[in-house]
């Protein structure tokens, strides 16, 4: 690929995750309140791919390819850059998850509409799919209750990532007498409508008897250090890939 150039997520400090988007440009599905494609925002400038030479990576790295973007779209490229990598894992909102490796799926890119579904008619799940992720909303709590107990039902772990928002109003109606539920504050290196803690706790009380429901981040910073769901579900996903 010649010259790398890579910036790391200052979320991953301290973690041994480390993101790569070989894409350039805003990605196309442009799912709700996307930070990757609002200007500014993310961490690196979306018109220069951010890859990690392998060289540089500590033992036992794993490396993330496309967060923000898509391992389904660009698939060729994506495929040719992770073999840089021993360990890597996917992530896509596009139910197509024939990948040679691990992968995330996001089942609900537009969080509040609709959401995929775990297949049906005695297909199996694949052994590569680490878990999904649910966005979660003030505004969504039938839908994320329905897709934690599809996907659960099917023994996949799902790992619940809480909203944050730049322009449009915070969603009031859902997990009611929380207050408040959001709040206005810098988070890593932007500030916008985040989360409270207590608001993440009374949603992940209501799935507190399902032990597969994990929380993204944990409730107080939503940094990779204090959360690991990455790591300890992209190893397992590779056990079972060896047949282990």
């Known amino acids: 690929m010649g010259q790398l150039t890579f910036i790391r997520n200052p979320k991953q400090a301290g973690s041994i995750v480390y993101d790569c ?11 709700n ?36 973007h898509d391992s389904n779209l660009h ?25 040679p490796g691990p992968v995330v799926l996001t089942v609900n890119p537009k969080e509040d509409s609709d959401w995929h579904r775990p297949p049906t008619g005695g297909i199996r799940i694949p052994a590569n799919l680490m878990f999904v992720r649910i966005r979660v909303s003030p505004a969504n709590r039938q839908l994320t209750h329905d897709a934690v107990r599809a996907w659960t039902a099917r023994q996949v772990p799902v790992v619940l990532t809480f909203m944050r928002y730049y322009d449009m109003a915070v969603p009031t109606n859902g997990w009611n007498g929380i207050d408040p539920a959001y709040v206005f504050k810098k988070h ?50 590779a056990k079972r890939l060896r047949g282990e």
């Open 188 to 237: 890593i290196l932007n500030s916008y409508w985040c989360p409270t803690p207590e608001y993440t706790r009374a949603v992940m009380a209501e799935f507190a008897d399902n032990r597969l429901v994990m929380l993204c981040g944990g409730h107080e910073g939503g940094l990779c250090r204090g959360c690991r769901n990455c790591e300890t579900h992209y190893l397992q996903a």
């Open 33 to 68: 309140e996307c930070f990757y494609n609002r200007p500014g925002a993310f961490y690196t400038d979306i018109v220069t791919p951010s890859v990690p030479n392998p060289a540089d990576l500590p033992d036992g790295a794993i490396v993330r390819m496309n967060s923000g």
């Open 75 to 99: 698939r060729n490229l994506v495929l040719s850059v992770a073999k840089l990598y021993p360990q890597h894992f996917f992530n896509t909102s596009i139910p197509r998850l024939d990948f």
């Open 21 to 31: 988007i070989p894409q350039v440009g805003p990605c196309p599905n442009a799912c």
